[in-house]
């Protein structure tokens, strides 16, 4: 949303220097306020109308890499770097494929955007990957460590939860 925002208020400004020569031609008090606000209400259409718009292309972009990964993830039965890299193999190029352009530029955009998907894919895969690792080694040691006692957070909720219904 800050994208799609920032970007439209960004393209406002040559909109805005176009009122200001309005206003100075206008030598009327009540025109010039009924510009300001013309003027003001219309950016802030725009600016809100890019931020809606960009938000909902991000979502769009998420779900499908994520569903693309959860997807591939169930089918192989791994999880991997490579569903990471397939899903952001195809999702940018499906979304290069919904850009405006003539076939050869969509075509151009298919390929260049699995190309690109797939290059940060693997790498962030990966770094995602250990990072999952690294967390999932220190519950292993955190639990092997307790040896049954006090938990803390979901875990101690949930205890308290079923301690409290089998006492019923």
């Not at 799609?4 to 206008?26: I, Q, W």
């Not at 991997?80 to 999702?91: I, K």
């Not at 151009?108 to 955007?113: A, S, T």
Request: glycine share 14%; with cysteine.
């Amino acid at each position: 949303m800050l994208y799609g925002g920032s970007k439209e208020a960004a393209a406002s400004v040559s909109k805005d220097a176009e009122v200001m020569l309005k206003l100075g031609s206008t030598p009327d008090k009540r025109e010039q306020y009924r510009l300001m606000r013309d003027a003001m209400e219309k950016r802030f259409i725009r600016v809100t109308r890019g931020s809606i718009v960009g938000g909902v292309r991000l979502g769009m972009f998420t779900a499908a890499f994520c569903g693309l990964q959860n997807l591939l993830a169930e089918k192989r039965g791994v999880h991997d770097v490579f569903n990471v890299v397939g899903a952001g193999s195809a999702t940018a190029a499906t979304f290069g494929l919904i850009m405006p352009g003539s076939l050869a530029w969509r075509t151009r955009n298919v390929v260049l955007g699995s190309v690109l998907g797939a290059a940060v894919g693997f790498p962030l895969g990966w770094l995602h990957l250990k990072l999952v690792d690294k967390v999932n080694e220190g519950n292993m040691a955190a639990e092997s460590g307790q040896g049954g006692g006090a938990k803390s957070g979901v875990g101690a909720a949930i205890d308290r939860l079923e301690e409290h219904s089998s006492k019923r």
